[in-house]
């Protein structure tokens, strides 16, 4: 019973869904069939406008051709009528610019001209200016040349002198001689004098073999100087041609300096000479010639010391004479010193003899001022008023009787140590006659 009842609903139910379903699709067929009525009635409005717009498209294109006819006509006719105009004002206008120019040309010119003539007289200047300098120009060139043919011809005396003179410095002679006269002229430019500073070619004991040079020394002492000039086998190699030739020149080059070294060491003349330092000093004429024999052998001056052999050359013997005439000069000064000292104490002691009788003739002058003093006094306070009344008494002037003044500075003491004189004690008469202060 109830499963009957339950498929009466059911069927009850899908029937009415079923109704529900088919009035719902009847209701959207009529809505669909409205609005494609709506739809064909827009598009139906749509085409009228579509139409209405191309009529006023066409209406308005074919006014617009009007217009542009219309337009064109007008512009013909204006830029006719213009033209005409603008010629008329145009030949109005250049005929007025025309009389105007004619009539201002001649100013302008005078002014072009007036303008131009500044630089045509500077480009004149110019062309003369340039014109002087070519002139001088060659003319230096000239000269130019001829200086440079002089230096050339100087410079070939120059080749052809040194030529000759390492030609004769060859001879060891003149290699001796060149030695000698270049020691001289450095002693000299050191500023000391023969016979007092130094002495050439001293004569050594018992005639043995002497120097070329005696510097003597402030103390009393006598620095000996001997010149060498072994420059055989350096000039030879600074004339060779191959590398190998010239070191190996260089090399004999510093044998023979070393050779010299040994010879001067052996003549030991700090034994000949008194108070004479224990060493001998080698001048050689030139800082090269030792630089090369240096440079070949390094300790060549370690072994010259260990000889008693000072090497030197132009520039380290000028350094060493003249630290020598520098101690000279500070001798001098202290001799000085010592004169001036002496001379200080001997003035020093007149000054005092002297000051001591400048102050008694004070202490004498002041005694004398004193009794001037003195006596002026009593001559006024006792002569004058007796004299006075003797003439009061009927006695007759011949003259008037000018009474003297006292003296009233008195000698200042020249020594502190010296104290002013004490006055003598005054006499009774001399103290009556003295004035009274007021």
């Known amino acids: 019973m109830n499963a009957a009842i339950a498929l009466t609903a059911l069927a009850a139910l899908a029937a009415g869904a079923l109704l529900g379903l088919l009035w719902q699709r009847s209701r959207d067929q009529s809505a669909i069939a409205r609005k494609e009525a709506q739809l064909a009635e827009s598009q139906a409005q749509l085409r009228e406008q579509k139409a209405a717009e191309r009529a006023r498209e066409e209406s308005r294109r074919a006014a617009d051709e009007q217009f542009q006819g219309q337009l064109k006509a007008l512009a013909r006719e204006a830029l006719s009528q213009s033209q005409k105009d603008f010629l008329d004002l145009a030949q109005q206008s250049f005929g007025k610019a025309r009389a105007e120019s004619g009539a201002d040309l001649e100013k302008r010119q005078q002014a072009i001209e007036a303008l131009v003539k500044p630089i045509n007289e500077s480009l004149k200047q110019t062309r003369k200016t340039l014109s002087n300098m070519e002139k001088e120009r060659a003319e230096a060139q000239g000269q130019l040349r001829e200086q440079i043919q002089a230096m050339a011809s100087g ?44 002495a050439e070619q001293p004569q050594g004991p018992e005639g043995r073999t002497r120097p070329d040079m005696i510097v003597r020394l402030p103390d009393g002492g006598q620095l000996v100087v001997d010149a060498k000039t072994p420059l055989d086998a350096y000039l030879s190699a600074v004339e060779a041609d191959g590398e190998d030739a010239r070191a190996a020149l260089l090399t004999q080059h510093a044998a023979n300096v070393e050779e010299q070294v040994k010879r001067l060491a052996s003549k030991e003349y700090w034994d000949q000479f008194e108070r004479s330092p224990d060493f001998v000093v080698m001048f050689v004429p030139g800082d090269h010639f030792l630089a090369a ?21 132009p520039t380290s013997m000028m350094a060493l004479l003249r630290v020598t005439a520098y101690g000279w000069r500070q001798l001098a000064l202290a001799e000085n010193a010592e004169e001036i000292s002496r001379l200080a104490a001997t003035l020093h002691e007149r000054v005092a003899v002297f000051s001591g009788h400048v102050g008694r003739l004070g202490n004498q002058l002041n005694t004398a001022i004193g009794t001037y003093n003195s006596a002026v006094s009593s001559f006024r306070s006792r002569l004058l008023p007796a004299l006075d009344r003797m003439n009061r008494a009927g006695v007759e002037k011949t003259r008037e009787i000018e009474a003297p003044e006292e003296v009233a ?5 020249m020594l502190a140590n010296e104290s002013p004189p004490e006055s003598a004690p005054e006499t009774e008469s001399q103290q009556e006659a003295a004035p009274k202060p007021h």
């Open 155 to 198: 410079n070939k005396e120059l080749r052809d002198t040194t030529r000759s003179l390492v030609t004769a410095l060859r001879r060891p002679e003149v290699r001796g001689q060149w030695g000698e006269m270049q020691l001289r002229r450095l002693v000299e430019i050191a500023g000391m004098q023969e016979h007092c500073d130094f």
């Open 293 to 313: 024999a240096g440079d070949q052998r390094p300790d060549l001056l370690e072994k010259a010391l260990r000889a008693r052999v000072i090497l030197a050359t």
């Open 409 to 413: 500075t008195a000698a200042t003491p």
